[in-house]
């Protein structure tokens, strides 16, 4: 039974860029949540999707979208990188986005995003 | 709003004595209570939650934590650490409605041999 895996596992990236980032959800899980973790921070909420819309959002700027494909996968794009974007991006599947959902999160071992 | 304080930045034990890794929560509504734990360079792993029922709930790795709705704390703790216990504990507190979750600035658990 995969777990939930996301690539690349490191990415460099110069200041402006653009940059997209990838996940596939634990089998059975059809709602993808996206964190950032700051060093030394615990993990920040950036957004959920569920049945391919964006469900919730953290405080996060429009330069912060995602994506999420009919087989449950899911993209974060973040358009022109700031230094402060630095950090650990997570992503986590559950079944369900509600109430139903008492589930705890799976998370992937994170992309590591270095802005220089 | 949902959130979750996690006063220690680091915890040191010795091999074999107890840990306690301390969060306090402040929650609209029912509390929905969370443990992960991080290693290096890896994501987060569940250890255990408290949904509803009794205030001791048993995890993985011999981890138990304490519900206290009186003192609104959640407190993480094992009876005898491990060297292999040390990493990044993170309490988290899902918010209501939606499955998205607010977690602690996390606290560094260092067990010494």
């Known amino acids: 039974d995969a777990g939930v895996t996301q690539s690349p596992t490191h990415l460099i990236k110069t200041r402006g860029q653009q940059v997209t980032l990838r996940c596939s959800p634990k089998?059975?899980?059809?709602?993808v949540s996206w964190y950032q973790q700051a060093l030394g921070q615990g993990p920040q909420f950036i957004f959920q999707?569920?049945?391919?819309?964006?469900?919730q959002r953290g405080n996060f700027p429009d330069r912060f979208s995602g994506h999420q494909f009919p087989n449950y996968s899911s993209e974060l794009n973040v358009n022109a990188l700031l230094l402060g974007d630095s950090a650990l991006y997570l992503c986590?599947?559950?079944?369900?986005?509600?109430?139903?959902?008492?589930?705890?999160?799976?998370f992937g071992d994170g992309t590591r995003l270095s802005i220089l | 709003a949902q959130s979750v304080a996690q006063p220690e930045d680091q915890v040191n034990v010795a091999e074999g004595n107890p840990l306690t890794v301390k969060c306090t929560y402040s929650?609209?509504?029912?509390?929905?209570l969370f443990w992960y734990v991080q290693y290096p360079n890896r994501g987060l792993q569940f250890l255990l939650k408290?949904?509803?029922?009794?205030?001791l709930v048993k995890g993985s790795y011999g981890f138990e934590a304490e519900f206290n709705k009186s003192q609104t704390s959640f407190h993480l703790k094992k009876p005898s650490a491990l060297v292999s216990d040390s990493a990044l504990y993170f309490c988290?507190?899902?918010?209501?409605?939606?499955?998205?979750?607010?977690f602690g600035s996390g606290t560094k658990l260092n067990v010494k041999p």
């Open positions: 929650v609209s509504g029912n509390p929905y």
């Open positions: 999707y569920y049945e391919e819309e964006e469900r």
């Open positions: 089998s059975g899980h059809d709602t």
């Open positions: 986590a599947s559950s079944l369900g986005p509600g109430l139903s959902g008492n589930q705890p999160q799976h």
């Open positions: 988290a507190v899902r918010d209501w409605g939606f499955n998205k979750f607010y």
């Open positions: 408290y949904i509803t029922g009794d205030n």
